[in-house]
């Protein structure tokens, strides 16, 4: 299943969450963050090739788990 990246999508894996807050064609620039009630967090940039790779197995949130702050099973 094919999933396009764009800007502000939530990403969950495991513990964390990686929100994208800028997408270029060349490059991502995500925040991770540990709980999205604080959306306190660290600024990367990536190729898009390395963040894919780094979001492989990941969930992508609805607007609606994004919402009411939590992903699956919390």
Not at 10 to 33: A, C, S
Not at 48 to 63: D, M, N, V, Y
């Amino acid at each position: 299943m094919k999933i396009k990246l764009q800007q502000d999508q939530i990403w969950k894996q495991g513990e964390l969450y990686f929100k994208i807050t800028h997408w270029d064609r060349l490059y991502i620039v995500y925040k991770t963050m540990s709980d999205l009630k604080g959306r306190d967090g660290k600024e990367t940039q990536l190729s898009k090739k390395e963040f894919c790779r780094l979001i492989k197995g990941a969930e992508l949130l609805t607007p609606e788990q994004v919402r009411l702050g939590s992903g699956k099973g919390l």
